[in-house]
């Protein structure tokens, strides 16, 4: 009964920014966190955090975006800044109780930077 809801996508122009929710229901997962999958492209990771508060980044969120979490919630965030046209995508929020866990995902939000 592991249920991921994704929250906050949209259309925005480039500059703009934008910040996504998931709740996570069901179960407590150390590990959580955003990919995102452009068209044509592979689902790729834009940051995850721990449960302790550790964060990792790609390279091309690192200065722009922030990881977030609140544990009493079991809600995960990203802040997302400076947003460029290259950041479109669908966002998925990504839970797992450690890194060999099973990947729970969300259903996507969809995120559309203009130019």
């Known amino acids: 009964q592991v249920q991921l809801v994704e929250s906050g996508g949209g259309l925005v122009q480039a500059g703009g920014s934008l910040r996504l929710s998931c709740v996570v229901s069901?179960?407590?997962?150390?590990?959580m966190g955003w990919y995102r999958q452009a068209p044509g492209k592979q689902r790729e990771l834009v940051a995850i955090?721990?449960?302790?508060?550790?964060?990792n980044y790609a390279d091309s969120a690192k200065g722009r975006f922030t990881i977030s979490r609140d544990n009493a919630k079991n809600t995960v965030y990203l802040q997302m800044n400076s947003l460029k046209p290259e950041d479109t995508a669908v966002y998925y929020c990504?839970?797992?109780?450690?890194?060999?866990?099973?990947?729970?995902w969300g259903q996507g939000t969809q995120v559309t930077v203009s130019s």
């Open positions: 955090m721990s449960s302790g508060g550790t964060s």
């Open positions: 990504n839970a797992r109780p450690h890194w060999g866990g099973n990947n729970y």
């Open positions: 069901g179960s407590i997962f150390n590990l």
